[in-house]
């Protein structure tokens, strides 16, 4: 049942799990998917931000709130069809407004997903806004280092469970805190830091293997040729400081340019690169106030 006081709550939807909410009905409608080992309360300094909008964040699934038992299946598939229910509950519900449609924002994780679903059903996505998203690998060479890369994580996940089953995810997140990739966090305010680690320690370590091991980098197709002939206004955002994946930025610009190369205009379609100064690999994390300025004036440009 949808009521009018959805400033900021939560509430359940089936097929979809928990869902958080910001805004008022009749804006227009963004989701935001959040990473690996967060929840839709992620996204806490930023939908606010986004003023003049309908904000939707779901737990992804073996995340927050969202019910998981194992066994469940964590593939990307799994996950592409619960941001399907997702926005077939918000379109039944009015949501959607004129366009039928919605913008879709997703982080890391989430932004594979977003990626994966956008090229799925295009018709059901107004504009798509991925930050530090992996877009498959390109060649096996890549799909099988990617696989080992995530063999060891899941590693080093089962050594945490079985050195202390009563804080199972303890030193996993010490190897997880260490990894390159969040080096810049390192920098954030302790408090910042100790609200993050929470989050992150109150995941189901079942879930998070499931998801490493069927939703893994490894498991996606290439989707760099699918997203440039998307035809619909597309924004990657990426910190300067994370290597890996201003490096994938760079590629898929190569890779727009490429498959444009014969034609003077994309249809409606265009790409947008925002490199975020200073920042690494989360970058609505460490500069959430520039994060949702960038955020809402893509969305504004492309309304």
Not at 122 to 149: F, M, Q, W
Not at 185 to 212: F, I, M, Y
């Given at each position: 049942m949808i009521h009018d006081d959805v400033e900021n709550r939560t509430f359940d939807i089936d097929g979809v799990g928990r869902v958080h909410?910001?805004?008022?009905?009749?804006?227009?409608?963004?989701?935001?998917?959040?990473?690996?080992?967060?929840?839709?309360?992620?996204?806490?300094?930023?939908?606010?931000?986004?003023?003049?909008?309908?904000?939707?964040?779901?737990?992804?699934l073996g995340h927050g709130k969202t019910p998981f038992s194992p066994g469940d299946e964590l593939s990307l598939e799994a996950y592409v069809e619960q941001v399907n229910t997702l926005v077939a509950w918000a379109r039944k519900n009015d949501l959607t407004g004129r366009t039928q449609s919605v913008s879709l924002v997703g982080y890391s994780l989430g932004g594979r997903i977003a990626a994966l679903?956008?090229?799925?059903?295009?018709?059901?996505?107004?504009?798509?806004?991925?930050?530090?998203?992996?877009?498959?690998?390109?060649?096996?060479?890549?799909?099988?280092?990617?696989?080992?890369?995530?063999?060891?994580?899941?590693?080093?996940?089962d050594r945490s469970i079985a050195l202390d089953p009563t804080h199972p995810l303890a030193a996993f997140l010490d190897y997880w805190e260490a990894l390159p990739l969040f080096a810049?966090?390192?920098?954030?305010?302790?408090?910042?830091?100790?609200?993050?680690?929470?989050?992150?320690?109150?995941?189901?370590?079942?879930?998070?293997?499931?998801?490493?091991?069927?939703?893994?980098?490894?498991?996606?197709?290439?989707?760099?040729?699918?997203?440039?002939?998307?035809n619909k206004p597309l924004l990657y955002i990426v910190g300067e400081r994370d290597v890996a994946y201003t490096e994938i930025a760079r590629d898929l610009m190569r890779t727009w340019a490429d498959e444009h190369k014969d034609s003077l205009l994309c249809g409606t379609g265009f790409l947008q690169i925002e490199v975020m100064r200073d920042v690494g690999h989360n970058t609505h994390l460490e500069a959430p106030d520039q994060f949702a300025q960038v955020v809402r004036a893509f969305l504004m440009r492309t309304a």
């Open positions: 909410a910001c805004g008022k009905l009749g804006n227009p409608l963004v989701i935001l998917l959040h990473g690996f080992m967060q929840t839709g309360a992620s996204w806490a300094q930023i939908a606010p931000q986004l003023e003049g909008y309908h904000v939707l964040a779901p737990d992804l679903y956008a090229s799925r059903y295009p018709e059901n996505v107004s504009a798509l806004i991925l930050e530090s998203a992996g877009l498959g690998p390109k060649n096996d060479d890549a799909r099988t280092a990617r696989a080992e890369k995530t063999e060891r994580m899941i590693a080093e996940l810049t966090q390192a920098e954030l305010p302790e408090a910042t830091r100790s609200r993050v680690r929470e989050e992150r320690a109150a995941n189901d370590p079942l879930a998070l293997r499931a998801n490493l091991s069927d939703a893994g980098q490894h498991k996606m197709d290439d989707l760099r040729p699918a997203l440039a002939h998307l």
